[in-house]
């Protein structure tokens, strides 16, 4: 399926969940009071954006694969605050229909399906403040993770347990039928993420070949399949990827188990795949200690930042520092393939030792046709390349050696503040923002 037709489908998909409950209920039910209609239209619309919102980060690898990771997680997002204000809406209708309503507030006195609504309430509500607050609360990674899964699952069955409990809805016959369908949609991805992928899926395991050091502070962790052929798992399945996608590892085979997400730096078309990771915390210094045929399963490959785009005339890769990973992954597909179109690449780094791979950049601009401009914010004595950020005129020079500067397309990976300025710079040349493509190192 073309990645244009990938993305009509999930529009679909997506827009049907979200509207189709309301509008259906709104076609078959009896005719109602003005706010009792309006409370039931928000709490309808309020559970499927909630259902959408746990499904968009569930890793189904052809959504990823179809809008990019951080479009999904925006949208997610969006639809985790949409979700919060219908439900308030809802209240508020709920209580404008019926003054007396106020009293299913009282949750020692309140039957099953108010308190199961004032649950949803308080969950969602204390969700997206630990979204907000997680810097200022200190919270890590994993404790802000597992506290947002478990908060957004606990919404959804409550607040499914509420639609169910009043049964004015569910007598409909075609409501019944709609909110299963979506209750069980949401059950299977459930199952799927978490179940599948997580614990019995056998393409997911794989075994360590090699830990190779590139500098004081970064490794490159050599895995293969756990295989039978080459490049194949167990189960025969073969194990693809696109130059620029990533995964998450991790180092046991339980649901509670610690993972993190790391792009993919070797190319598509070698038996083995490479991820270089920064050792700036326990998970990435306990992968730079793994022995030769240690067990990491791999949950991938996701994502959209990939030069396999289509019809393009060149390339212009920015990355900030290990940014750089996705970058080698597609250069190293390129030389593979032979690819004859221009690549430009500019690697900002604080200090001399945070260029990566300058040696196998080098082999490279002997086969392709490959030009690195390197610029330090932290140049050491004697250096005599670029310093500072990424500016107008720097990126101006590195066009210059373009026959085609406007058949390019942008490729920008690195922290929120490369992003940013790379960003501010493409706008004042006007490049198009469709030929300019970015990945963050911030999911949360």
């Known amino acids: 399926m073309s990645e244009g037709l990938q993305r009509t489908t999930w529009l679909a998909v997506l827009g049907a969940a979200i509207v189709g409950p309301a509008l259906l209920w709104l076609a078959t039910a009896p005719a109602e ?45 969006f639809l985790g605050i949409i979700a919060a204000v219908l439900v308030l809406a809802h209240l508020a209708c709920v209580v404008a229909a019926d003054p007396t309503n106020v009293a299913l507030l009282d949750v020692p006195r309140a039957p099953g399906r108010a308190v199961a609504a004032v649950g949803a309430t308080v969950a969602i509500m204390l969700l997206i403040g630990a979204a907000i607050l997680r810097r200022r609360l200190r919270l890590s990674y994993e404790a802000w993770r597992w506290t947002h899964i478990s908060l957004g699952g606990l919404v959804v069955i409550l607040s499914a347990a509420h639609v169910w409990g009043l049964d004015n809805v569910v007598r409909n016959a075609v409501m019944n ?211 500072g950020d990424l500016g107008v005129s720097l990126l101006s020079l590195v066009l210059r050696s373009v026959a085609h500067p406007d058949d390019l397309d942008y490729f920008i990976c690195g922290a929120p503040r490369l992003v940013e300025d790379a960003l501010d710079v493409l706008d004042v040349l006007e490049v198009p923002p469709a030929r300019v493509h970015t990945e963050l190192f911030d999911f949360v």
Not at 317 to 325: H, M, P, S, Y
Request: hydrophobic share 45%.
């Open 177 to 387: 039928l709609v909110l299963t369908i979506l209750i069980a949609t949401f059950l299977g991805v459930v199952v799927y993420r978490w179940i599948w992928r997580a614990l019995l899926d056998p393409s997911t395991e794989f075994f360590v070949q090699e830990v190779r050091a590139e500098s004081p502070t970064v490794s490159t962790l050599v895995l293969a399949p756990k295989a039978v052929g080459s490049g194949r798992h167990s189960d025969g399945e073969a194990w693809t990827f696109a130059p620029g996608q990533f995964a998450w590892l991790r180092l046991d085979r339980t649901l509670t188990a610690e993972e993190h997400p790391f792009t993919i730096a070797s190319s598509p078309h070698i038996d083995r795949t490479e991820f270089t990771v920064r050792h700036d915390g326990d998970f990435t210094r306990a992968l730079r200690s793994l022995p030769p045929g240690s067990p990491v399963w791999v949950d991938g490959p996701h994502g959209a930042f990939t030069s396999d785009i289509g019809r393009c005339g060149g390339f212009v890769l920015i990355a900030g520092g290990v940014g750089i990973t996705p970058m080698m992954s597609m250069l190293r597909a390129a030389a593979d393939r032979g690819d004859r179109r221009p690549y430009r690449m500019i690697v900002v780094a604080r200090s001399p030792e945070d260029l990566l791979f300058r040696e196998e950049l080098g082999f490279l601009r002997q086969s392709m046709d490959l030009a690195v401009t390197e610029v330090l914010r932290r140049p050491a004595d004697g250096w005599d390349g670029h310093t």
């Open 33 to 77: 009071p003005l706010w009792t209609r309006l409370s039931v239209i928000s709490g309808l619309f309020a559970l499927s954006a909630l259902v959408c919102a746990a499904v968009l980060p569930s890793r189904l690898r052809s959504l990823n694969r179809a809008f990019g990771i951080e479009s999904v997680m925006e949208v997610h997002r």
